[in-house]
């Protein structure tokens, strides 16, 4: 997990070029609304604060504009799909590759932080596009406050994000057909010092979108690609092997960010002997 860059820019002006590509009825209704629409991204971008987002309130749109504005997002234009390309290129390469979310797949798509469907006039405000996968979009759905207020999601845009590794591995090896194999969980950490309103988003993040679970079923591919890494080094020794894997995983940290799950399971794998001896050359 990692911090995503906005983009450079005024939102209401990517507003107001999508709304210009659209003809007819729809291009009047939307440029009359203009000045509404105005006012709520006005409200959007003063609260645009870990502790004042979540006071955000939907306001009541008539079906027929909130078909409009949600046509805004969910038509094909260019404006929006150069919009788009803004986005996920503003980010940092090797972070930009994967969904703001989980880390595990691609972003192929971009979630709503506020849901579309309850704040339709921020369907093409770019404060509130997160380039994600289809499984953690399918996962957060509408949802994004708890009962009492408090937010479900980590906004990538805005919350500080600890400084400390968040997730701790554990491997148990197995003795399969003469080799071990690791079974693999994942548990939630919190890191000393890290305040508990904080910490309490990152978890109920965990929970909705199933990420200890998930990052356990990818864990072995994780695995073997480690293993290939460390078998194309040919060690003859623990030793040597340890130390060619501590540059690797440096490196790796550097693309992917100290917080990233893979990051947490070669730190766990490379401290590991049982692994290291594995890896040898016979
Ligand atoms: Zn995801």
């Given at each position: 997990m990692h911090n995503l860059r906005r983009i450079d820019g005024v939102p209401s002006e990517y507003l107001a070029n999508i709304i210009g590509g659209k003809n007819g009825d729809r291009g009047m209704r939307l440029t009359r609304m203009a000045p509404e629409l105005s006012a709520r991204y006005a409200v959007l971008e003063a609260r645009y604060t870990p502790g004042g987002i979540s006071g955000v309130l939907a306001q009541k749109w008539t079906q027929v504009q909130k078909d409009d504005l949600l046509h805004c997002y969910e038509s094909t234009a260019k404006a929006l799909e150069d919009l788009k390309i803004l986005i996920t290129q503003r980010q940092l390469e090797g972070v930009r590759?994967?969904?703001?979310?989980?880390?595990?797949?691609?972003?192929k798509q971009f979630d709503h932080y506020l849901p579309k469907a309850k704040?339709?006039?921020?369907?093409?405000?770019f404060y509130n596009l997160v380039p994600c996968c289809g499984s953690c979009n399918g996962l957060k759905?509408?949802?994004?406050?708890?009962a009492n207020g408090t937010?479900?999601?980590?906004n990538f845009y805005i919350d500080s994000l600890p400084t400390a590794p968040i997730l701790e591995p554990d491997i148990q090896w197995l003795l399969k057909g003469g080799k071990h194999v690791p079974v693999v969980s994942f548990d939630l950490v919190q890191p000393i010092g890290f305040g508990a309103v904080e910490f309490a988003i990152i978890k109920s993040h965990f929970e909705k979108l199933e990420l200890l679970a998930r990052y356990k079923d990818q864990a072995h591919t994780e695995f073997l690609a480690l293993r290939d890494a460390a078998l194309a080094?040919?060690?003859?020794t623990v030793i040597t092997l340890r130390k060619f894997l501590t540059k690797y995983l440096q490196r790796r940290k550097e693309t992917l960010?100290?917080?990233n799950w893979r990051i947490a399971l070669y730190s766990k794998l490379v401290e590991s002997t049982p692994f290291l001896r594995g890896c040898l050359r016979p």
């Open positions: 590759d994967f969904c703001a979310y989980c880390g595990i797949g691609a972003p704040f339709p006039e921020f369907s093409v405000h759905g509408e949802a994004w406050l708890k937010r479900i999601f980590i080094r040919e060690a003859k960010g100290p917080l």
